[in-house]
C-alpha cells in the first residue's frame, strides 16, 4: 500500500479516537490490516470482513465510526 494511503487511514482513526469505546483495540485491527492489504481497496475489503465477523457489538461499532471517517476522506 501506498504510504499516502496509509497515512490516509491512520488520520481517519485519530479523527475518530475520541468517540471510540476501545480505541486501542480498533487500532491494532487497523495496523494488522494495514500490513496484510496491498492496496486502500483490499483495506477496505479485509476490513470491512473483520468487522462483521466481531462478536461485541460495541466493536462493530467503534469499526463503524471508523469506516465512515475513511469514507469520508476518501471521497473528498
Known sequence: MREAEA???RDSF??????LVYPQD???LIERVLSESQSIETFLEKFKQAISAEAD???KT????FLNELRGHLTS
Do not use: C, P
Open 7 to 9: 497515512k490516509l487511514v
Open 14 to 19: 485519530s479523527s475518530v479516537m475520541a468517540y
Open 26 to 28: 480498533l487500532r491494532e
Open 57 to 59: 457489538s460495541t466493536h
Open 62 to 65: 467503534d469499526g463503524q465510526i
